[in-house]
């Protein structure tokens, strides 16, 4: 007996492996797929500029970077004793002006040199609603708490998102013609918007997505509501996927995206990774002493043959 239907899946042509080099980028979703990545060592940077929820967003960062443009005082402000911009998450702010500005522009570096050497940019888009600041005209990636009144909201058409997507491919490819673009579209739902409305944006955005050419798309959000169409799935929110779910969904994304080859690695660093979480009932212990010594030995020799693994002790 049956009792799931599966969201059919290809294996991808250009999977990653150890000397990968990873750019992801966008939603709460991206940092899921990108803690992952980065539990497992795969190398990869992560959202820079925090989480961004929506493709414009995402479209002017990446062209703010390759263009290396700077940040200055213009584009941030002040306000509840922190200073913020609205082109970047409130993960950023700070109460230093100077900090914010060297944060930002530490950012745009960043991604620019991850760009250059990408062999995969990964875009996991969250949302098709956006704001638009009334007195400049301009969307923001992030409110950060500012009054309504000073914002319109709208929802971006399945044109907009393509022409967004499309630039942003095009702009990566001014500095890397030969890196992999993936797509994706966040499960976690934005119930704020309103039920409908949740399901508008997600639909503009995977119309949108599946109009572009030349990059590939992975099916988070089919996965989440088909296979895994049961509220013991979610968070108590009832709102983003809760760990089993993520799980899951990275398992279905390994099958994808992940080189068979590199599966006896990842093995050698989650046991890693677990014996430095584990937690003795006697640290000086012989027992103990001789599993730390052991569980060096093997970082030591991850290390040996993969410089950048770095593993917190």
Same mark, same amino acid.
């Given at each position: 007996?049956?009792?799931?239907?599966?969201?059919? %899946?290809?294996?991808?042509?250009?999977?990653?492996?150890?000397?990968?080099?990873?750019?992801? %980028?966008?939603? &709460? *979703?991206?940092?899921?797929?990108?803690?992952?990545?980065?539990?497992?060592?795969?190398?990869?940077?992560?959202?820079? *500029?925090?989480? =961004?929820? $929506?493709?414009?967003?995402?479209?002017?960062?990446?062209?703010?970077?390759?263009?290396?443009?700077?940040?200055?005082?213009?584009?941030?402000?002040?306000?509840?004793?922190?200073? $913020? &911009?609205?082109?970047?998450?409130?993960?950023?702010?700070?109460?230093?002006?100077?900090?914010?500005?060297?944060?930002?522009?530490?950012? %745009?570096?960043?991604?620019?040199?991850?760009?250059?050497?990408?062999?995969?940019? &990964?875009?996991?888009?969250?949302?098709?609603?956006?704001?638009?600041? @009334?007195?400049?005209?301009?969307?923001?990636?992030? &409110?950060?708490?500012?009054?309504?009144?000073?914002?319109?909201?709208?929802? =971006?058409?399945?044109?907009?998102? @393509?022409?967004?997507?499309?630039?942003?491919?095009?702009?990566?490819?001014?500095?890397?013609?030969?890196?992999?673009?993936?797509?994706?579209?966040?499960?976690?739902?934005?119930?704020?918007?309103?039920?409908?409305?949740?399901?508008?944006?997600?639909? #503009?955005?995977?119309?949108?997505?599946?109009?572009?050419?030349?990059?590939?798309?992975?099916?988070?959000?089919?996965?989440?509501?088909?296979?895994?169409?049961?509220?013991?799935?979610?968070? @108590?929110?009832?709102? #983003?996927?809760?760990?089993?779910?993520?799980?899951?969904?990275?398992?279905? *994304?390994?099958?994808?995206?992940?080189?068979?080859?590199?599966?006896?690695?990842?093995?050698?660093?989650?046991?890693?990774?677990?014996?430095?979480? $584990?937690?003795?009932?006697?640290?000086?212990?012989?027992?103990?002493?001789?599993? =730390?010594?052991?569980?060096?030995?093997?970082? @030591?020799?991850?290390?040996?043959?993969?410089?950048?693994?770095?593993?917190?002790?």
């Amino acid at each position: 007996m049956k009792l799931q239907t599966s969201i059919p %899946l290809d294996v991808a042509e250009n999977q990653l492996n150890y000397q990968s080099q990873l750019l992801i %980028l966008g939603s &709460c *979703f991206a940092e899921n797929i990108g803690e992952k990545l980065n539990y497992f060592k795969f190398q990869s940077v992560r959202n820079p *500029f925090g989480i =961004l929820f $929506h493709p414009l967003a995402i479209e002017k960062l990446l062209s703010k970077s390759i263009q290396k443009e700077s940040f200055t005082e213009e584009d941030i402000f002040f306000l509840n004793e922190q200073w $913020h &911009c609205f082109d970047a998450h409130s993960d950023l702010s700070d109460p230093s002006k100077e900090n914010l500005l060297r944060k930002l522009n530490t950012a %745009l570096g960043q991604t620019y040199q991850q760009i250059a050497k990408a062999t995969h940019v &990964c875009i996991t888009l969250g949302t098709s609603w956006v704001y638009r600041k @009334t007195e400049t005209d301009a969307v923001v990636a992030n &409110c950060h708490k500012v009054v309504q009144k000073k914002f319109s909201k709208e929802l =971006l058409s399945v044109a907009q998102i @393509t022409e967004s997507l499309d630039s942003s491919i095009e702009t990566i490819r001014t500095i890397n013609q030969n890196t992999q673009v993936v797509f994706t579209v966040s499960p976690v739902r934005h119930l704020k918007d309103g039920f409908i409305e949740n399901q508008r944006s997600k639909s #503009h955005l995977i119309s949108a997505i599946h109009q572009i050419k030349g990059a590939s798309y992975f099916p988070s959000y089919e996965i989440m509501m088909d296979e895994l169409r049961d509220y013991r799935f979610y968070k @108590t929110d009832m709102v #983003h996927p809760s760990q089993l779910a993520i799980d899951y969904i990275w398992e279905k *994304f390994k099958e994808v995206w992940i080189s068979p080859q590199s599966y006896p690695m990842m093995e050698k660093v989650d046991t890693i990774q677990k014996g430095l979480l $584990h937690r003795p009932f006697n640290a000086s212990s012989e027992k103990h002493q001789l599993f =730390l010594k052991s569980l060096g030995e093997k970082i @030591t020799y991850l290390k040996e043959e993969y410089p950048f693994m770095k593993f917190n002790k």
